[in-house]
């Protein structure tokens, strides 16, 4: 199944893909793709539904709608850097011997087209595109790598937008490089782990006005999604709808020689195999 939310920012409402540029409206089954939703076991009833609904013909046109980030906003958006041994090797940092860890400000979500706006004061706005993992039901001190499997709602696209000289030049951790307004698109659809055969055999894609900077593949991820869900409720509670971006192929703007970073007017266009695309324009600061 793959899941969306649609309508006005801040209206979004529930809907199902059937094939591109087609959904059934979920609404008045479920309020939200949220905590409350994915913890009460709601995957499971929207699935009969959208089923039931689509073979009595209830299928709608997308056509201009908007689609939204397809989970409302989480507790947390926890984030795993460098994942990817190549990414590593191009930034000039080592391959970690557990994951690394930082934190995306929760109101960073946007939905997968919106614009990104470069925050004030700018001069090294990045991309990155990644895997998102979407957390199904509350998991702490997981006892094993099938359990972490069993926790997981679905996978998404993310593009982890990141202010390189805040992050990396004005001392203290990652954070405050990585959450400015509209700097985690998310989507188009959450899609469950049944639609997705093998997560780590998944291509990636990213490209700039039209030319291509990122290609990479789920294969070469250091630590992999059930690894990380695992990990990750060692140290703290994971809850239903909490996002993990789980890190980005080589291709960012700070690892070209010389460094290429974002403008207005940029237009960023990226995905990953079977879960969709995005497409952002970049504008300049409030």
Not at 77 to 99: F, K, R
Not at 126 to 136: A, Q, S, T
Request: negative net charge; glycine residues 12%.
């Amino acid at each position: 199944m793959r899941l969306m939310r649609i309508g006005a920012a801040g209206q979004e409402r529930p809907a199902a893909l059937v094939d591109e540029g087609q959904y059934v409206d979920l609404s008045d089954v479920v309020p939200d793709l949220d905590e409350a939703f994915l913890g009460s076991g709601g995957l499971d009833r929207l699935h009969e539904v959208a089923a039931a609904r689509i073979e009595v013909g209830q299928v709608l046109s997308l056509g201009d709608v908007r689609i939204g980030s397809p989970i409302a906003r989480p507790h947390q958006i926890l984030c795993i850097g460098l994942n990817y041994s190549d990414h590593a090797a191009e930034t000039g940092q080592a391959v970690p011997d557990e994951p690394i860890l930082f934190t995306k400000s929760p109101n960073t979500m946007a939905g997968p087209d919106d614009d990104v706006r470069i925050p004030r004061g700018s001069t090294k706005t990045d991309w990155e595109v990644e895997l998102g993992v979407v957390i199904g039901r509350r998991a702490s001190y997981l006892d094993s790598v099938d359990d972490a499997r069993a926790a997981i709602a679905g996978y998404c696209v993310v593009n982890d937008v990141s202010e390189r000289a805040f992050q990396m030049e004005r001392g203290g951790q990652w954070s405050k490089g990585k959450s400015a307004e509209t700097f985690n698109p998310c989507g188009p659809w959450l899609v469950t782990p049944d639609e997705v055969p093998d997560v780590l055999a998944l291509d990636m894609w990213l490209d700039v006005n039209g030319v291509r900077r990122q290609t990479g593949s789920t294969s070469t991820m250091v630590f992999d999604p059930f690894f990380l869900v695992h990990y990750l409720s060692q140290f703290l509670v994971l809850e239903p709808g909490d996002l993990i971006n789980t890190g980005t192929p080589p291709g960012v703007g700070l690892g070209l020689k010389p460094p290429v970073f974002l403008a207005p007017g940029d237009v960023m266009e990226l995905g990953i195999t079977g879960l969709g695309s995005q497409r952002q324009q970049v504008v300049g600061p409030r």
